[in-house]
């Protein structure tokens, strides 16, 4: 069973930049898709990023140019990289873990876009 703790989130202002972290335990990290989803007060949870076990990644359009997915197996990590932050990312973003029909999700961590 794959664990997920994800870091980095807390308070940025508009124009700022995070780096997201979420550390997976507990199986073989290699396999899994992982994805990083937000969600937002009284919004339903919504899709980031995902990036497969082959590193092949997918943007939503509401952050493309702005937030880079990557991983680093070696460390059992995948990282979301947000750029020119805008109030409208504020959500607590989560970190998935997919293999096959199998999800894991981590506890979340609050990111808050705020001057």
């Known amino acids: 069973q794959l664990q997920l703790v994800e870091s980095g989130g807390g308070l940025v202002q508009p124009g700022g930049s995070l780096r997201l972290s979420c550390a997976a335990s507990?199986?073989?990290?290699?396999?899994?898709?992982m994805g990083w989803y937000r969600q937002a007060l009284g919004k339903q949870r919504e899709l980031v990023a995902t990036?497969?076990?082959?590193?092949?990644?997918n943007v939503a359009d509401s952050v493309k140019g702005r937030f880079t997915i990557s991983r680093d197996n070696a460390k059992n990590t995948v990282y979301l990289q947000m750029n020119s932050l805008k109030p409208e990312d504020t959500a607590v973003y989560y970190c998935?873990?997919?293999?096959?029909?199998?999800?894991?999700w981590g506890q979340g961590t609050q990111v808050t876009v705020s001057s």
């Open positions: 990036i497969t076990s082959s590193g092949s990644t």
């Open positions: 998935d873990g997919r293999y096959r029909v199998i999800d894991y």
């Open positions: 507990g199986s073989i990290f290699s396999i899994y898709s």
